[in-house]
């Protein structure tokens, strides 16, 4: 499975996009900087409608305006780290993918999707219940410290991906 996986990482290495990110001046820390405003408008826009699912502006805000706003950012901010993000790994896929903290930022970025995926599947189907002045449920709440976690855990591991 390893010489699989490092043939694959080669092979992204060899393609043309990789070489040109590495060949083109300036190109790297473009993509970071864009990078890092793409997790600014991921985590930011995240970070606080979970704390309104944790009670944070209860009776001031619903949580369906806060989605409504929010979460869209959040979508879009997601695009840009994801794209920025794949453009810088591929470059450099075999030396990123062998470092400790590679794994924990690609498995919390699997969780975190899996819990967004649980929560809009389920938890947010009854927002009209608890949309304004209600106590969360204890699942959108659950869901909330999930993803500040996670979201805090990627970008940790993101870091250390840089300077180990």
Same mark, same amino acid.
């Given at each position: 499975m390893a010489l699989v996986m490092d043939n694959v990482f080669s092979w992204l290495e060899d393609g043309w996009f990789a070489e040109a990110v590495r060949g083109t001046a300036y190109l790297y820390p473009m993509l970071e900087s864009v990078h890092i405003i793409?997790? +600014? $408008? =991921?985590? %930011?826009? &995240? &970070? +606080?409608?979970? *704390? @309104? $699912? $944790? %009670? *944070?502006?209860?009776? +001031?805000? @619903?949580?369906?305006? &806060?989605?409504?706003?929010? *979460?869209?950012?959040?979508?879009?901010?997601? $695009? !840009?780290? &994801? +794209?920025t993000g794949v453009a810088m790994f591929l470059p450099g896929a075999s030396l990123i993918a062998d470092r400790g903290s590679a794994p924990w930022k690609l498995?919390?970025? =699997?969780?975190?999707?899996?819990? !967004? *995926? !649980?929560?809009?599947? @389920?938890?947010? @189907?009854?927002?009209?219940?608890?949309?304004m002045d209600q106590p969360t449920p204890v699942a959108a709440r659950l869901a909330a410290v999930v993803s500040l976690t996670s979201w805090s855990g990627v970008t940790i591991a993101g870091r250390l991906l840089a300077y180990t």
């Amino acid at each position: 499975m390893a010489l699989v996986m490092d043939n694959v990482f080669s092979w992204l290495e060899d393609g043309w996009f990789a070489e040109a990110v590495r060949g083109t001046a300036y190109l790297y820390p473009m993509l970071e900087s864009v990078h890092i405003i793409g997790i +600014a $408008l =991921l985590i %930011g826009p &995240a &970070a +606080a409608f979970d *704390l @309104r $699912l $944790l %009670g *944070l502006g209860r009776r +001031a805000l @619903r949580v369906t305006t &806060a989605a409504n706003y929010l *979460l869209r950012l959040s979508h879009l901010g997601f $695009l !840009i780290a &994801a +794209a920025t993000g794949v453009a810088m790994f591929l470059p450099g896929a075999s030396l990123i993918a062998d470092r400790g903290s590679a794994p924990w930022k690609l498995g919390l970025i =699997l969780l975190a999707g899996l819990n !967004i *995926l !649980i929560f809009h599947r @389920r938890t947010y @189907r009854s927002v009209a219940d608890w949309d304004m002045d209600q106590p969360t449920p204890v699942a959108a709440r659950l869901a909330a410290v999930v993803s500040l976690t996670s979201w805090s855990g990627v970008t940790i591991a993101g870091r250390l991906l840089a300077y180990t």
